[in-house]
Nanobody, 131 residues
Framework: EVQLVESGGGLVQAGGSLRLSCAAS????????IAWFRQVPGKEREGVAL????????YYADSVQGRFTISSDNAKNTMYLSMNSLKPEDTAVYYC????????????????????????WGQGTQVTVSS
């Protein structure tokens, strides 16, 4: 059974930083893809950052480019989202997700990321940025 467990969310002032963690079991970060998404009430879940492990490519949403960094530690089977220069509009529930290896192609996982169509999901962690 695959489990993804997020931690690190909380309340932070605008301009501050947070680092989210996602510990995985039942799956390794050797290939496939890992990603972070976020969702606010009444809106669709959106992709924030993606690593295609199959071809080592990284993608970010335009709204977080240059402020957020996705990374992984394969030895700990953990992925991270480092968030800097946080803005009130970053307030959301953040989810980590993983997708099994299917193709050695970043574009395949990018398409799935854009559709928020990943195989495995964490339970979500709240991030609130106050103005």
């Amino acid at each position: 059974e695959v489990q993804l467990v997020e931690s690190g969310g909380g309340l932070v002032q605008a301009g501050g930083s947070l680092r989210l963690s996602c510990a995985a079991s039942g799956i390794t970060f050797a290939d496939g893809a890992i990603a972070w998404f976020r969702q606010v009430p009444g809106k669709e879940r959106e992709g924030v950052a993606l690593i295609s492990l199959s071809d080592d490519t990284t993608y970010y949403a335009d709204s977080v480019q240059g402020r957020f960094t996705i990374s992984s530690d394969n030895a700990k089977n953990t992925m991270y989202l480092s968030m800097n220069s946080l803005k009130p509009e970053d307030t959301a529930v953040y989810y980590c997700a993983a997708n099994r290896h299917v193709y050695w192609s970043g574009s395949y996982y990018y398409t799935k990321w854009m559709r928020a169509d990943f195989d495995f999901w964490g339970q979500g962690t709240q991030v609130t940025v106050s103005s």
